[in-house]
Nanobody
Framework: QVQLVESGGGLVQAGGSLSLSCAASGRTFSNYAMGWFRQAPGKEREFVAAISISGGRIYYADSVKGRFTISRDNAKSAVYLQMNSLKPEDTAVYYC????????????????WGQGTQVTVSS
């Protein structure tokens, strides 16, 4: 089992920045690829960013490319999402997820999920 706890969400004005963190515990963090997803009210959960075990491969959704940065610190068992130039359409609950095998953008292929943290961007 891997337990994931997100933090760092909040309310920010459009154009502002937020930094999300996800702390992992349980199994060896460095064995897991990590992803960030988000879900807005009435919408399906969507992929935001993912990072490989070593951090050498990173994927971003087109909607956040150039604005968001995913990173990880295996020594601290944590993954981060730096969000800049935020837009109202970025408003959602943000989830981190862990996958034992390989890097993927598909939510259904992740093994463990956090409880989510709310990000609200006002216009």
């Amino acid at each position: 089992q891997v337990q994931l706890v997100e933090s760092g969400g909040g309310l920010v004005q459009a154009g502002g920045s937020l930094s999300l963190s996800c702390a992992a515990s349980g199994r060896t963090f460095s064995n897991y690829a990590m992803g960030w997803f988000r879900q807005a009210p009435g919408k399906e959960r969507e992929f935001v960013a993912a990072i490989s075990i070593s951090g050498g491969r990173i994927y971003y959704a087109d909607s956040v490319k150039g604005r968001f940065t995913i990173s990880r610190d295996n020594a601290k068992s944590a993954v981060y999402l730096q969000m800049n130039s935020l837009k109202p359409e970025d408003t959602a609950v943000y989830y981190c997820a862990a996958r034992r095998l390989g890097l993927t953008t598909l939510a259904r292929q992740y093994d463990y999920w956090g409880q989510g943290t709310q990000v609200t961007v006002s216009s």
